[in-house]
């Protein structure tokens, strides 16, 4: 994999990146659109907040590239679908990638894709189609120089948990998929944060040379975001991927600046959430 389009990705000065994420529609789960139902608008109210990526699904990436402009957000494209965050459960679980997936990226100019690496208790039909979508993926990955970004995702028992993401944070088995991830060929992962924060360099370590980027998960207060924030770059992850709590916050430029000012300026909790205020 050649590293010019993470170039683009991360910050020249920092080497951090703060990706957006507003694929969540690809998943055909009803909770999931609040706060992003006019596509249109969010993404231009991300491109003035000024993110270093934004994470789009195929049928979405036009309202970002379609913007004038060099200094917009470069784009993150999901790869793949699946119907495992409904509660209760399909009958039929399914995980599938866009046919052509990285041909479809080059041509939207992406600078990495993005795919899934799910670990649902009780099903394991679907580790092993996120496995052959990402063996699939890489090697067409590697033919384009299309950086390839794994979201190893330790997942809850879908009734106990109520639906939704199911994170389960559990340290063990977050840095058994990542290490997973990185053997499988990941240029970049995307990974949940554990339970422990204390012990997150361990996934760092396992990551070795590939750089961790951290999910948000849920909406969670100000404070609890950015001290999560500030644990996981001091523990050496090289970036975040939050959504919901970008999109759905009432101030998206003010959290936004409050991310970019610890990532990139190496601002402290306080500081960036002077940036923004408390939310009520």
Known sequence: MTPYRLNRLFHPTSGRLLDVAVDHGFFGEASFIAGIEDMRSVVHTLVAAGPDAVQLTLGQARHLQSLPGKQKPA?????????????????????HHVPHAIEEAVRLDAAAVCVNLMQLPGHPEVREANIRSILAL??????????????????QDNAR?????????????IVTLVRQAVELGADLIKADPSDDLRQYARVIEVAGDVPVLVRGGGRVDDRTLLERTAAVLDAGARGIVYGRN????????????????MLHDGAGVDQAL???GEES
Not at 139 to 154: K, S
Not at 167 to 172: E, M, S
């Open 246 to 261: 970008v999109v759905q916050h009432r101030d998206p430029a003010g959290i936004t600046a409050a991310l970019l000012s």
């Open 161 to 173: 948990a109520g639906g939704g993401y199911m994170v389960d944070g559990d340290i063990d088995r």
């Open 274 to 276: 002077a940036l923004v």
């Open 75 to 95: 784009l993150v494209l999901r790869t793949d679908v699946a119907n495992v965050y409904n509660n209760p459960l399909d009958e039929v679980l399914f995980s």
């Open 138 to 155: 890489r090697a067409e990955a590697t033919r384009y120089g299309m950086p390839l970004m794994i979201e190893p995702l330790v997942m």
